[in-house]
């Protein structure tokens, strides 16, 4: 078993740096998160431990799983979602909130609209900052459980085929993913309208690590002989009017008919909130991955958490 | 002691099918938990469960009471009532929701401003449902903590004279309630508002469930031989004007002269926030069991949680 | 050791009627209250105690503060910081919503922003309020940990030169610090623009409880022989112009100059947020003792929260 002993005290930035080596230990640690979580709960790992949950912009999703995260690990949670209202308001700045926090917590978890925030936060701070998002940054627990979705859903992470769908060129979410896949070999296959492709430098970057990549006008052909179908939302301010898109919705929408095409081992994911990419009718299949992808979160961050804190299971 | 294992698992939606026995069960532990609470603050039944409390619109009682009620038994809890804010207004359903959240949580507490929600929430989740309030729809936990109260309070619930008093067309607790009373026979008495009387097809089924009822246009005909007097708000939207929202306000208004005509061993209760309806110096008045009211919802939410987790104590 | 007996079940409101046997005994629990958290991180001394954390206006600091230290103590925390959207907007009183918390908590911890606020609460209330800030009224436990980082930084209390900087006439901080300092002899020397001079009225209370004081136009004045430079905010909106609030910023700016003619043993303060009095690069001075008054703002509250609880450490 590779220990977790380097991520003690370490803040959680990104996902450069990370080796297979670092992910397989973390990953069997979300496993035994799992585990715990199914038979008793929760353990007290954490107890007299407090986070400061940090938000600076709203994620009920990515929010809330810190909370169960650490309560789970037994230790406590201080909620600070409503910034805009507070300290911040009065001219405060990122540097001294993150100094005043770190005074009554042991971890800092952080979502901020602005990229770069993460690493401000982490060069004031002495105790352990966890990026959870910073604008067009990065969101590192985003990709780690992102990848761990695949890795449960699928046995393996080497060679697979994965295609990412939707808006590639302003989705973090698709960009760490991308770099983590670049561990483990296999093609990543980009099917997204014109006005959001994935960025080129960011293709120049992946070609360098050596990853397989190419470019698709549809998801049909791709779709066949796909492993993970990832897929994002579309977000409505991306486009120049309404009906471009409506249009371009409706092209990269996965229903039942797409599922069918699909190989019976494979799986479809989405970081989630959807508004229409996936028809609510696919959710049966039992290659819909998304809701157990959500729950993934919660033991990777739980693995996370714990081993950032010095007590990983 | 009958058992409180047809609770486990479930949700709790609303307060149809609920027989005495079901009652008394919950109510015999509703008084365990008092005690627990009294000697020793609290106990550790639920540690390692956490409750989601998923609140679209504000309400600081039920939400605290909720708090309080899973923190007391252990366990944790994460609060949502910024959704106005959050994954809601990126369009995501309530369905997506909940299924999210019960990915985190063993349980969800669900405040919605529509009838209905509850029922769509627990029809999408596997998880437990209880709901805090529907809009127009149900508050079966409001309608379970008035019951227990009233118990309490008198000491028994067969044959007693209530005495329901405001808003009566729009108050869901009321209504509720008013099915739960026609389990134990007795009298129930409407004085209201022309504009906002007991609705007439729910007259009509309580009139079914073989409920004594009767329509008054004063509380001062019925005030004499009251047991419970149940005081609801009379909302100032529901009037044409302000004139005839001052006029109904004064007419329904409980003070220290109501109080004196009302028998020794009676009780005045309200679901509060009042705004008027009662007098301030009534609070002093023994009869006066509002707070007892808002602390007896406590033990009451202890015990369900309890129960729908499979701890009950 | 002197017991903390007197605090079980009290109000905490101002800090009028302490005297300097309850100080040094808060203080040693203070002390204490620091060994558990770097040893362990928390204690069980609250378990199933439940705080309300009831905030009418934002503060991150304060509120994030008192989580903290009830979860350090074992404890759990009813938050309500949306007070603007709920039952208030409703029209309920100050009254009802500390008697019906009160049913769910054992502490009500208060900020408010009108004067007098927390002893309306404390009138109404059975279980112990804490002021946490009511207006321009008292903050007491800003003041004790004020006092209590000064005896830390130090050494001693008593004999001391502070010197107050910024705006002396809305701060509540510093009134409250300098009638605890009036307990121990020494000098107090006032710096403020014109506008936000030291209040007449309260100057003479302080002259007849044996303070010596003195005012003087510029810092330059008095910096080198003061032991405790304690700077507040000059808030925008106190000034008549734009023009006006810039030249007086600009007078009690304190840098890297003004700490170099500081003495070697004396520490800056503050009680944050800062919108500029004090240079980000004076924070790696030793005696800049700010953010460690923020981190003892949680030692003192854990002793006083464990005090009023009757389960002091």
Redesign the interface.
């Known amino acids: 078993m590779t220990s977790l002993e380097w991520l003690r005290g370490r803040d959680v930035l990104g996902t450069a740096g990370l080796d297979r080596e670092n992910l397989d230990a973390l990953f069997a640690s979300a496993r035994r998160m799992r585990s715990i979580v199914k038979d ?4 007290d790992l954490l ?4 986070l ?1 949950n940090l938000f600076y912009e ?4 990515t929010s ?2 810190f ?2 995260s650490m ?2 690990l037994g230790g ?1 949670v ?6 805009r ?8 700045s990122l ?3 993150v ?3 770190e ?4 971890v800092i978890v952080l979502r901020h609209p602005e990229e770069g925030a993460a690493k401000i936060a982490a060069d004031a701070a002495k105790k352990p900052i966890i990026n959870a998002g910073d604008g067009p940054g990065e969101h590192p627990t985003q990709a780690l459980l992102d990848l761990f979705t695949i890795r449960e859903e699928l046995g393996r992470l080497d060679g697979l085929t994965v295609t990412l769908l939707g808006d590639l060129k302003h989705g973090r979410t698709v960009h760490s993913l991308a770099k983590l896949l670049a561990l483990y070999g296999g093609r990543v296959r980009y099917v997204s309208p014109e006005a959001v492709r994935m960025p080129d430098p960011l293709v120049a970057e992946l070609r360098g690590r050596g990853l397989a990549q190419s470019e698709h006008r549809s998801l049909d052909e791709v779709v066949a002989d796909t492993d993970v179908l990832y897929v994002t ?1 579309v977000q409505k301010e991306r486009f120049a009017s309404e009906d471009e898109y409506a249009k371009a919705q409706g092209s990269y929408r996965v229903d039942l008919a797409t599922v069918a095409r699909m190989k019976e081992k494979s799986c479809i994911m989405h970081p ?4 229409g990419e996936i028809d ?1 009718a696919v959710d049966d299949d039992r290659r819909a991955a998304y ?2 992808q ?2 993934n ?2 033991y990777v961050r739980m693995a996370l958490l714990a081993a950032v804190l010095g007590s990983p299971a």
């Open positions: 008793r709960g929760g353990t107890r007299g431990r407090v400061a709203p994620s009920t999703r809330s799983c909370v169960a309560t789970r406590s201080i909620p600070i979602s409503e910034v209202y507070s300290s911040v308001s009065k001219g405060e540097r001294d909130t100094r005043t926090l005074a009554y917590a042991d939302r989630l909130p959807r508004v609510e809701f157990r959500v729950e979160g919660m």
